[in-house]
């Protein structure tokens, strides 16, 4: 059941659904929990949604930190992340990851976002965790509302939209994402078209979460393959939407991968190494893409991973009379 829309003067903290989708990682999840409960309001809500994981240790910590546990058996971050938006009744809902700890205003800070009724996403700032407040640039509030404007509108980790909205869109792309082999760009993806179908995104420097790297070079570099085949085939989406916007997306992405590779070789470093992993994810995405249906805005999941179902968890016997 939906719950009415506040005016935006009055949305409040217990308007807020936090959805946090994790699998396998539960020692991370427990920190990231900490962290949520240490800077958080109680009046949000935290949901944990557990992407398929082989065993209970996900819903232990779950239900440990008192949150709210839902599950789904087909792994998928957008899968998950869909579950989660279903999970929720409240306006506005605000994801993050289980490597990234929110400091304390977060969710204030997105909040006032929203009170210009016009702001249908809100983003915040991902920073290394080893980073002190020194070594932070001040940087400044950023607004957008063109469809390509959506690469640089924010990623994942830290999120915020208002619920109908995001459910007016079919949510996010479910072939899109950690887990399915276009394993990236879901959150660019979801960006695009909010923007495409009127929206205004803003990019909110005070809400700042901290992330923990923990990838060798090896998953590093296989992260930017993923991140490139999800990023082709949300351009190769776009270009039967509208070739203007893929085209302007492709012109964008060709420069940028373009300077990176140069300043990547100048630097002879290894990053040039992770450049090149991107761009052929980038062109095999797109391939991949001309093979997917679409409905509507999003790519038809014709070959979802086969689902991953756990013993069910036995309820506690009854108290004799």
């Given at each position: 059941?939906?719950?009415?829309?506040?005016?935006?003067?009055?949305?409040?903290?217990?308007?807020?659904?936090?959805?946090?989708?994790?699998?396998?990682?539960?020692?991370?999840?427990?920190?990231?929990?900490?962290?949520?409960?240490?800077?958080?309001?109680?009046?949000?809500?935290?949901?944990?949604?557990?992407?398929?994981?082989?065993?209970?240790?996900?819903?232990?910590?779950?239900?440990?930190?008192?949150?709210?546990?839902?599950?789904?058996?087909?792994?998928?971050?957008?899968?998950?992340?869909?579950?989660?938006?279903?999970?929720?009744?409240?306006?506005?809902?605000?994801?993050?990851?289980?490597?990234?700890?929110?400091?304390?205003?977060?969710?204030?800070?997105?909040?006032?976002a929203f009170e210009d009724e016009q702001i249908t996403v809100a983003t915040g700032r991902m920073l290394d965790h080893e980073l002190v407040a020194t070594d932070v640039p001040p940087t400044e509030r950023i607004v957008y509302r063109s469809a390509v404007r959506g690469l640089d509108a924010g990623h994942g980790a830290v999120m915020a939209f208002r619920r109908d909205v995001l459910q007016t869109l079919g949510g996010f792309d479910d072939t899109l994402g950690a887990g399915?082999?276009?394993?990236?760009?879901?959150?660019?993806?979801?960006?695009?078209?909010?923007?495409?179908?009127?929206?205004?995104?803003?990019?909110?420097?005070?809400?700042?979460?901290?992330?923990?790297?923990?990838?060798?070079?090896?998953?590093?570099?296989?992260?930017?393959?993923?991140?490139?085949?999800?990023?082709?085939?949300?351009?190769?989406?776009?270009?039967?939407?509208?070739?203007?916007?893929?085209?302007?997306?492709?012109?964008?992405?060709?420069?940028?991968?373009?300077?990176?590779?140069?300043?990547?070789?100048?630097?002879?470093?290894?990053?040039?190494?992770?450049?090149?992993?991107?761009?052929?994810?980038?062109?095999?995405?797109?391939?991949?893409?001309?093979?997917?249906?679409?409905?509507?805005?999003?790519?038809?999941?014709?070959?979802?991973?086969?689902?991953?179902?756990?013993?069910?968890?036995?309820?506690?016997?009854?108290?004799?009379?």
């Open positions: 059941m939906n719950a009415p829309v506040p005016s935006p003067a009055a949305l409040r903290l217990r308007d807020v659904s936090i959805i946090l989708c994790t699998r396998e990682r539960p020692d991370m999840l427990r920190g990231a929990l900490a962290a949520i409960a240490a800077g958080t309001d109680p009046e949000v809500e935290v949901i944990v949604v557990d992407s398929a994981s082989t065993d209970s240790r996900t819903r232990e910590v779950a239900l440990q930190a008192g949150t709210r546990y839902v599950r789904t058996d087909t792994k998928g971050l957008s899968i998950a992340r869909n579950l989660g938006l279903d999970s929720s009744d409240r306006p506005i809902v605000v994801y993050t990851d289980d490597d990234c700890s929110p400091t304390p205003g977060w969710i204030e800070a997105l909040l006032r399915r082999y276009l394993a990236g760009a879901e959150d660019l993806d979801i960006f695009c078209r909010a923007l495409a179908a009127g929206g205004t995104a803003v990019f909110v420097p005070d809400s700042v979460v901290l992330h923990v790297n923990t990838r060798n070079p090896v998953a590093y570099r296989r992260l930017m393959r993923g991140y490139g085949l999800g990023l082709g085939a949300l351009v190769g989406k776009w270009w039967r939407l509208s070739p203007k916007v893929g085209a302007r997306l492709t012109a964008t992405l060709a420069v940028r991968s373009g300077r990176r590779l140069a300043r990547s070789a100048k630097n002879r470093g290894r990053g040039a190494r992770d450049e090149l992993a991107m761009v052929e994810g980038i062109l095999r995405g797109y391939l991949r893409s001309r093979h997917l249906r679409l409905s509507g805005s999003t790519f038809v999941d014709e070959h979802p991973p086969t689902p991953i179902r756990l013993p069910a968890v036995p309820r506690p016997a009854d108290s004799p009379s």
